[in-house]
């Protein structure tokens, strides 16, 4: 595998999966959870050898959602924009939930 993929070498993001590459192992090695992929990608099924998938650029955590959170409260909460937050999650969500979310770069 690739080493973390940079921004000036790689503007777009994009990752051609190789023969052998595990698609989780993948994401970590990108400092990116596979969920924020998934969503991006819109992905049904992990990508085969061959095939590309584009990786978020920036950082990313996961948070699961707890009774009394809704999509507006967590964006407020998290200091993300609204379509941000639907982007990688859509607009209706529910306890239980894992949702992924930007973390600004401070530094």
Known sequence: MEPRLEEEKNPLGLYRMKQGDVFEEVCAQCGV??????RLNRL?????????FCLPQGRYSVHTVT??????S???????SENAFAELN??????GQTVV????NKG
């Open 67 to 72: 009774a009394g959170e809704t999509a507006d």
């Open 33 to 38: 959870p596979a969920l924020a992929v998934i």
């Open 44 to 52: 049904k099924r992990p990508p085969e050898a061959g095939e590309f």
């Open 90 to 95: 859509g607009k209706e969500i529910f306890v």
């Open 74 to 80: 967590l964006c407020r909460t998290f200091g993300v």
């Open 101 to 104: 979310l930007p973390c600004e």
